[in-house]
């Protein structure tokens, strides 16, 4: 067993436990955290679902992301609270994961790759946490996963 997947079944057990429900608004991970999770049997008592929404656009028109959050840039945590709250709503769902940054190899808006932000949201409030990972694409995509989870938990 992985740690992806050791890390999701404690989500999953401390979100059953509870009896809440998950759902992800993934841009960076393109979907790794909602393919993890769902790699556990028993998921589906918990998670409710998903959306990539990778490309900029999708943001507006899938999650309704105001042009207001826009003005910070894609990758901003003012970004990842935005679409942890809209894709919280959009499900029902108790509590929401969202991430977007810059997996590299090149800056992005700016900003360099390794630059990651990612949001839990609850029914009282969002927590944001900025990463600052040094890998290669799919190794920063991976502790981007890794670190969304791991935030999860330290919340619930």
Request: proline share 3%; net charge negative.
């Amino acid at each position: 067993m992985n740690y992806l997947t050791s890390i999701s079944i404690e989500v999953l057990k401390k979100l059953s436990i509870a009896e809440k429900t998950l759902s992800t608004a993934e841009s960076c991970t393109g979907g790794l955290i909602a393919s993890t999770i769902t790699d556990v049997p028993g998921a589906s008592k918990v998670f409710v679902g998903g959306v990539v929404v990778y490309a900029t656009e999708m943001k507006h028109k899938l999650l309704g992301i105001s042009d207001k959050v826009f003005n910070y840039g894609v990758i901003s945590a003012e970004m990842a609270e935005a679409m942890s709250v809209a894709v919280r709503s959009l499900t029902g769902s108790d509590y929401s994961i969202a991430t977007t940054g810059n997996l590299g190899p090149d800056t992005m808006e700016g900003k360099p790759r390794g630059l990651i932000y990612i949001a839990v949201a609850t029914p009282e409030k969002v927590y944001v946490k900025e990463l600052h990972l040094q890998g290669d694409r799919l190794s920063n995509k991976i502790e981007a996963t890794f670190e969304a989870l791991k935030l999860l938990i330290e919340v619930l």
